[in-house]
């Protein structure tokens, strides 16, 4: 049975946070190339207002009761009062066991059924301010791209909800899904919850890019690299490298040097049988015990427990490694 996906267009919705769900969700499959999502757009009435055009809307609020993920889009003015039909179906689907997203300024719209009252949560940090005055209960984070408190899910604005969905698509199916999903989207898998909002990027010069540096140090993410191996790639001076490292990508290099060796765990531990201590060892880790305790800090459960869940042909872990030869270094 597939995993129903409600998404809410209210009057107002930006059409590009309705949208994002839709593709992200619509696009994703299963190992055996089955789809795993139903996306289902809900809203109060057939007919919503959505900037310069109107929409129609196939199911109305009844439908939200049943979900297995509620997702609420950003809208243009987040002052105005939510319906209590609205607020009284995203309550009922809450009840109901559903997990509960909101992207951008959707935020207002979930904080006021109550549901993020105590919780730490993300908008729009044009609108943060704002979300923070108005439901002083919610702890409200300016900085990160998206807020993931288990059931409920908070995104910035704009191109952080394809984060968070994208996020949500590795907690449901794993990496490899989450990457073919974004490749669909020709959209980046690097961007995790904890990076900045606001991104300064460098002048269009083809000698600032980073990218053939990004791709160095993944070829390279088994080896110990330090960040003055980082800066000497890249010809730079380790204080510039880091700079332009934050301009560029939102983080630092040692942050998004972790992330990318936990994705690469990801992968070897859903496409093959190696023992844990091998997958540590291929991934970077020199210490299992330090891979293990990353991996269950970035994904929430241990490497086993992941393997379990994503890996259907993992059932003899003694048995073929499934491991890359790892390349000869390369300066």
Request: hydrophobic share 45%.
């Amino acid at each position: 049975m597939a995993h129903v996906v409600g998404v809410v267009a209210l009057d107002g919705v930006i059409p590009f946070d309705l949208s994002i769900p839709c593709e992200v969700f619509g696009r994703a499959v299963e190992a055996d190339g089955a789809p795993f999502y139903e996306v289902r757009v809900c809203g109060e009435s057939t007919e919503v207002r959505a900037r310069p055009f109107g929409l129609r809307v196939p199911y109305g609020l009844d439908a939200l009761p049943s979900v297995d993920t509620l997702v609420i889009p950003g809208i243009d003015d987040p002052t105005v009062a939510v319906a209590p039909a609205v607020l009284g179906a995203i309550r009922q689907a809450w009840g109901g066991g559903a997990r509960i997203a909101s992207i951008c300024s959707g935020a207002f719209v979930l904080a006021a059924t109550g549901l993020l009252d105590g919780r730490r949560a993300t908008t729009h940090w044009l609108g943060a301010g704002h979300l923070a005055e108005r439901y002083p209960t919610i702890d409200v984070d300016p900085n990160t791209l998206f807020v993931d408190e288990g059931r409920i899910i908070t995104s910035a604005g704009a191109s952080a909800g394809l984060d968070m969905c994208l996020h949500l698509v590795r907690r449901d199916l794993g990496q490899a899904a989450a990457a073919h999903a974004a490749r669909l989207a020709v959209a980046p898998l690097d961007r995790d919850g904890g990076q900045a909002q606001f991104i300064r990027h460098a002048p269009p010069r083809a000698s600032a890019s980073l990218a053939p540096v990004l791709e160095w140090i993944l070829e390279n993410i088994e080896r110990p690299l330090s960040i003055a191996a980082m800066a000497a790639r890249a010809g730079m001076s380790e204080r510039t490298f880091a700079r332009r490292f934050q301009e560029q990508t939102g983080t630092t290099p040692m942050r998004w040097f972790s992330s990318a060796r936990i994705r690469r765990g990801q992968e070897l531990l859903e496409s093959g049988r190696a023992p844990v201590d091998q997958v540590a060892l291929a991934s970077g880790f020199a210490s299992p015990v330090t891979f293990r305790s990353v991996f269950r800090k970035v994904t929430g459960i241990s490497p086993a427990a992941y393997r379990a869940r994503f890996n259907a042909n993992a059932s003899q872990p003694g048995e073929a490694c499934g491991l890359p030869r790892i390349p000869p270094f390369r300066s």
